[in-house]
């Protein structure tokens, strides 16, 4: 492989976007500006080369600029060969060929690549034609998720709540790609997702940083899906006992599988996962980075990452996990107006904006005949922030794009909740069906987009509800709670609930009075859930008592707390028809079916009132 003066590598990296745009610059921080170009890059991007050819041309052109070590970015060139031809011609490449690019090309491919080798992911049936839609249909009676086979820009999944949208999924694929196309009629998965990255070679691989991306354009997650509007690194969620079970159930048997189908991969392998109840599961597989992933996780990388790639592309990978950074990165992207339907005539490229902690990545930038560079329509910018809390990083990233916001002559938008969903600690300690219906409504119900649960915090560490949260890769605390250490408890479960950033403390089957130091810390964000009308009744055994005296009917609470016992402002009550219930059990299942209704409904209402869990940034 050839050096550059400084005894380094020369790396090309293939591609014009913000993802090749934010690998070279990792790179050049790492052995020198020279040392990487960018092909063909854009205006924007520092080592961009402009377009070099295809094919042999190309070859030639890496060859005589002395370039050892190719980076491919976009999926697209994978799938097209370009890692084969390069790879051919005598060059390292960090890139699958096209037969590896199929984990991400094929959807079909993929399926068959994940139940060949048990990797957890959701049940499909496979359709060709409309004869084979009654298998799907009788398999799913319920929500189910709709995928066209083949590569479609992002507009081959349909997400369908029942049988009539899953049918009108269907007629629109086979519309758009023919009567016979290759459909696969999946299961919906609910829960967080999450992204984890590998650089994988010849069975051997190393992990690289997490992220979380923002796919819908607006905020709330509401709007059209895009590229993606802004990422985050790292996520709460993957902490080390999620992280060692995605290693065992996915990540393992993934890298083995590819050995022994004897699939050839040396490359970066992006899995975007689903934290279901039952686990964490598959979605899809990408065979490169992703954009704005990129920006958010290449910062995180500690120490050589050069040296790792030509490993990778060696086939000769440390076996190990690579040095990653305690940081947080935000990205924010800064879209043109009209993105992502309309193009957009192209705005001036503003050279000045600057903030201590964040930097500009620039996707797309072109110089127009006077010179001048621009920016076309599109996802034009990553303000990626840096800081030492995800609430630092944000802050930085949101400055930058401020600034650029307000400087630029032309239009732009971005989305105000990168990396910021209200965050609710839920405290349980019981069976945790109340949790459960707050995680799901998370998932895809009233608080959908709205809120995430950060934390569970109990007092009984063996409780339902704490291990259906681990096993659902929920971060837990739970601690016993040590007869007259309750102080103590309450001081370490308040700073829990502050380092997870937890905005709204949600009490849900948590059977303790908080004492006064923990409410005032937490004053008017903490709402707790009652079997009962607390006029008429308090503390424990509201079934109960409602089952004893043979009530018609109870009235399920919830309410503020405050010091007292269930003494707090009401909420918002439901009535539980009791009439002709015949037993404790009865009552109690007739309550929580409206509680679990109530609780995340009322819980909307206080995150929309904007009264916790503000929305935007600005603290640091
Ligand atoms: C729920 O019925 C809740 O209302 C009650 O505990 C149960 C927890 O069940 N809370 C109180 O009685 C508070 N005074 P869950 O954790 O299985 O949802």
Known sequence: MSQTEGGALRVAVLGKGAREAGLARRIAEEIGADAVVVVP??????????????????????????????????EALLAAGVADQLRAAGFAVVGPGAQGALLEGSKAYCKAFLLRHQIPTAAVVEVRSPADDAAAFATFPGPAVAKYDGLAEGKGVVVCDDPDQLRAALADLRARFGASAHVLIEERLTGPELSVFLLVADGAYVELPEARDHKRLLEGDQGPNTGGMG?????????????????AEIIAPTVRGLAADGLPFRGFLFIGLMLTPAGPKVLEFNTRLGDPEAQVI??????????????????????????TSPRHVAG??????GYPSAAIEAAPLLPTVSVRGAHLVVGSAVVDPAGVVRLPGGRALT????????????HRAYRLAGEVVEQAPAAFQLRPDVGRRPRLAVFASGGGSNLRAITAACAAGALRGLAEVGL???????????EWSRAAGLEVWAERRLPDAGAEWEAQAAAAVEAAGCDLVVLAGFMRVLGAAFVARFEGRIIN????DTRQHQGLGGYEQAWERRLDETLI???????GLDTGPILAQAPVDLRGARSLDEVRTRGLAVEHALYPRTIERVLRSGSVGALTVGEE
Not at 231 to 246: E, F, K, M, Q
Not at 383 to 394: F, I, L, Y
């Open 298 to 323: 290449l910062p995180r990388i500690e120490g050589a990452l050069v040296p790792l790639l030509a490993g990778c592309a060696q086939g000769a990978l440390p076996v190990g996990a690579v040095r």
């Open 456 to 466: 569970v915090v109990s007092d009984r560490p063996r409780c339902g509800a704490v």
């Open 231 to 247: 990422a985050i690194s790292p996520v709460l969620a993957a902490d080390d006992p999620l992280r060692a079970r995605i290693r």
């Open 557 to 563: 609470t919830v309410h503020l707390v405050d010091g």
């Open 41 to 74: 890059g854009n205006a924007g991007t520092p080592g961009s080369t402009g377009p070099l050819g295809e094919g042999a041309a190309l070859a030639a052109a890496l060859r005589a600029r002395e370039v050892g070590l190719v980076v491919i970015g976009p």
């Open 383 to 394: 303000a990626v922030g840096v800081g030492d809390s995800a609430a630092a990083a944000r």
């Open 332 to 337: 924010v992207v800064i879209a043109r107006d």
């Open 529 to 532: 859930i009652h079997p009962a």
